[in-house]
Every structure is written in C-alpha cells, then in structure tokens.
C-alpha cells in the first residue's frame, strides 16, 4: 500500500482502490462502484480537501514525493467523484452518450 503524509493516514484505507494515476482509471472505477460507495469516499474527502489542497501546494506538481502523489491522485478522484455526487446522484452521466464512445486521451 502507498504511503501518504502523515496528517492524512487516516485516508489510507482508500488509497490501494482510490489512488487511481490517469484520468481513464478514475473514470472507470466510478463508473463501477454504486452510488453508496461514492458517497462515502466523498463525505470522506470533503471536509479534508481545503487542506489536501494546501498541503500538496507547498510541492511542485512535476517531482512530488511519492506520498504527495497518492494523496494527489486521490484528491483527483475526488474530482471525478463529486459531479456524481452533486450533479448526476448517480455513478455514470445521465441522458448522455454511453461512456465507452468516449476516448479519455492521456498526455
């Protein structure tokens, strides 16, 4: 299991199916979970993020040391997380074209 800051251990319970590296990965494990198990990654998430935010500002986004970066990919997938939760109040985007039509290109 990837590391993270210690102020943020108690989010390692999330990080070996939430710490996801590329856009695709997170898109595709949201698709997959219900809508329970998002919700409670985002109620998890949400009263930390202004300090994930924070924290991971104080280091440069291209040489980030490895428990940065897991606690990065995992604000990443809070991200993609919350328009399901906030917007959709369900995993995929409704009333729109089916995901596999889409191509999440990488850098």
Do not use: G
């Not at 210690?6 to 996801?20: C, G, K, M």
């Not at 997170?26 to 998002?38: D, E, I, K």
């Not at 328009?83 to 409704?94: G, K, N, S, Y």
């Amino acid at each position: 299991m990837a590391k993270l800051p210690d102020n943020f251990s108690d989010l390692a319970p999330f990080v070996d199916e939430w710490a996801l590296a590329t856009e695709l990965e997170r898109n595709t494990h949201r698709r997959a979970c219900t809508q329970a198990q998002l919700q409670l990654y985002y109620d998890t998430l949400l009263p930390k993020m202004d300090a994930i935010v924070e924290h991971l500002n104080t280091f440069p986004l291209d040489d980030m040391p490895a428990p940065e970066s897991s606690l990065l990919n995992l604000a990443l997938m809070f991200m993609e997380v919350s328009p399901a939760i906030e917007l959709f109040h369900q995993p995929d985007v409704p009333d729109s074209f089916e995901a596999e039509r889409f191509e999440i290109l990488q850098p």
